[in-house]
């Protein structure tokens, strides 16, 4: 067999991975199980980029457990385990349980096999709304960690509370990751923004807190580019103020609320070309 040169085969890779979602194929990004060595940098946008040197998280640590371990998705920039272990000991520290953590990213970012476009450069994660007392005082097991569901805290019909789901904890939670300097920006869906609003209007720290669709059994976390990530894009900043205001009254119009028109899926954004180093390294 004729051996590939590296360049050729970084073309190939660079080809597969822009074209495996729209002709059906299998995903590569998926199919690695462990990150690159060496210097740990974020490249791209949240929604289409990748991670080199990459961190695995713990599936326990002090105030939280990891989630959904069959999917690998427990890998993240230094900056973001630290973050998610930094606040399972405030968490452990305040006696508001134990954090039950979902997806971070793929050992090498990338896109995801569920068409789920952010978590590709490192700095997302997904924590349950779910607080385990049980979890808090024993490891669960790994069935436990598969079967278990994060319940929603939102009454989708009605856009209210669920209060048999929803306590203060949750509350404390997120107001303690919105003041961690590294955060970017954290989406909840619109309702508990709403309920947030109500009990903590004008804290400087709400305006993190964004309304996005879903998001009611967990909350998103996004971190801020890291420091020596030259290629890492971030979004726009989050506007000033609040965020109490007609931009979260809108979540709750008609326009809103109208279903999406059927159409053809947009394919995915093409991914920076450094990627393509990450992926074949």
Known sequence: MIKRTIIERMILAFMVFNSWSAIGGSNPWADISKPTQGSAESIGTYTAGCVKGASKLPENGEGY???????????GHPVLINFIE???????ADNLGSLLVGDLGQPRGG???????????????DIWFLLSPTAAQRLLSYNEREDWGAPSVVETATDTINFKQWTPKQAQILAIAAQMPEVERIFVNASIKRELCKKFKSSTWLGKIRPWYKH????HVRLKCPAGSLDCRSQEPVPSGDGCDASLDWWFSAEAKAPAKPGKPAPPPPLPERCTAVLTQ
Request: proline content about 3%; cysteine-free; glycine content about 8%.
């Open 65 to 75: 457990q990891v989630m959904r371990l069959s999917r690998n998705r427990v890998f």
């Open 86 to 92: 930094q606040l399972g000991r405030q968490t452990a």
């Open 111 to 125: 896109p995801t096999l569920s068409g789920h476009r952010s978590h590709q450069t490192g700095l997302d994660v």
């Open 216 to 219: 009611d059994d967990h909350f």
